[in-house]
């Protein structure tokens, strides 16, 4: 720097194209905001000139503030900032539900855990599918529900079973009560689907018995150990199929979103007609 007040044109011109991205400005709009930049010709920017310049340059923020779509920004952040009470009370759910289990039954918990989620999504997919899914729920309920399972196959050999049951019936019962009440009394647009509970339920209970450690095994424990697996596996079926052929049960069309919107009916008193007829294919 020589504080003559004069910046050579080259310079500049190099400093406004190596800031140009920072700024959110394309190639296009600083040719044309440097194009006219040195207008005496004498290849040095004075005071004046540069005045010129920062007010065109500030011209050009102001219209890409302008063109920042914030109900864009918005949309884009419900699916990617979820909110964070709901992210702190899911952990809170795994670590006091799977901390337990994981102690004791070690990398067969992630096994349930997982499985429940798939179970939760399959069943949604299958049975429930206009509605909003949201979170990991299945597996949470399966967790919850290889605690149940835990108690079935090592009831004798626990300590304070009859506290831990009660425990899971008041958590079952309540939690079950406020998930019927969202989805079908409360009238809201944006409904999030709670069948996913029910299949992560199901796979916490069937899985559970067989892949969680029994410390003591008796004969019936063995009929129910593939008793489980054959049910876990033709659940699997069912939704699989029910999702590659919803047309496969009769009526499941005509009758199935009659049946949904009974329970919601109850909630404001409205009268509903009679189930449509189911057709029956005919021989």
């Not at 914030?70 to 709901?86: N, Q, R, Y």
């Not at 919601?264 to 294919?281: E, H, K, R, S, T």
Request: proline share 4%; hydrophobic share 50%.
């Amino acid at each position: 720097l020589d504080h003559d007040c004069y910046i050579p044109t080259t310079d500049l011109k190099r400093a406004i194209r190596d800031s140009a991205f920072s700024f959110g400005l394309n190639p296009d709009e600083v040719v044309t905001m440097i194009s006219n930049i040195d207008q005496n010709g004498d290849k040095l920017i004075d005071v004046s000139e540069f005045c010129t310049l920062v007010s065109i340059f500030n011209r050009y923020l102001s219209l890409q503030r302008a063109r920042v779509n914030h109900e864009d920004v918005g949309f884009k952040a419900k699916f990617f900032i979820p909110k964070f009470s709901f992210i702190a009370l899911l952990s809170l759910y795994n670590i006091l539900l799977g901390l337990p289990l994981e102690l004791v039954h070690q990398w067969r918990v992630i096994v349930v855990y997982l499985a429940g989620v798939l179970c939760g999504s399959l069943l949604v997919s299958a049975v429930d599918p206009h509605v909003f899914l949201a979170g990991a729920s299945g597996g949470v309920y399966a967790l919850l529900a290889a605690h149940q399972a835990e108690l079935i196959m090592n009831w004798r050999e626990m300590e304070f079973n009859w506290i831990r049951a009660i425990i899971l019936v008041i958590l079952i019962g309540s939690d079950t009560a406020v998930s019927v009440y969202q989805r079908y009394f409360v009238d809201r647009v944006d409904r999030v689907s709670y069948v996913s509970h029910i299949g992560g339920f199901v796979a916490g209970n069937l899985l559970g018995v067989v892949i969680l450690r029994n410390f003591r095994r008796h004969k019936w424990e063995a009929r129910l150990w593939w008793a489980s697996l054959v049910a876990f596996v033709f659940f699997i079926v069912i939704c699989i199929v029910l999702i590659i052929a919803p047309d496969i049960i009769p009526g499941k069309r005509q009758y199935w979103p009659w049946l949904r919107a009974r329970f919601g009916a109850y909630a404001a008193n409205v009268q509903l007609d009679d189930p449509p007829p189911i057709n029956l294919p005919s021989n």
